[in-house]
């Protein structure tokens, strides 16, 4: 699922905060401007997920935000689709039925089941 959320970037001593006030308890600090924003987009997007995950409600975003001197207002576009593939490998058991003949020959030639459909349902969804 896609999401654009608003956020404020703030000075904070030698670091960049950003806060995302429509997700509470977003918080996120970066190096500079680049590191901040990147941390923000993980926060946002780690934050969805687990609002999906548990099924919790997830806030709507505000169309703007007030912000203050020194502070700067931004957009951050989070794919929760995109973080679950790069960050929950966790593996499930899925029983399947193929023909015996198939597996005997899968057998013989000691085929990686696991890897063959993995990478056979990610052909077929398309996915890198």
């Known amino acids: 699922m896609r999401y654009v959320y608003p956020a404020i970037l703030y000075p904070d001593d030698d670091k960049i905060g950003v806060k995302v006030p429509d997700l509470p308890g977003c918080y996120t600090f970066g190096d500079d401007n680049a590191d901040a924003l990147i941390m923000a987009k993980d926060a946002v997007e780690m934050w969805l997920w687990s609002a999906e995950e548990n099924k919790s409600p997830i806030p709507g975003a505000s169309p703007t935000l007030p912000y203050g001197h020194g502070e700067t207002f ?3 576009v989070a794919d929760t689709d995109q973080w679950r593939r790069a960050h929950d490998k966790k593996s499930v058991k899925k029983t399947l039925t193929i023909p015996a003949w198939l597996n005997h020959q899968a057998e ?10 993995q990478q056979g349902l990610k052909d077929y969804l398309q996915i890198d």
């Open 74 to 76: 931004t957009l951050i």
């Open 108 to 117: 013989k030639a000691n085929a990686p089941f696991s890897q063959i459909l």
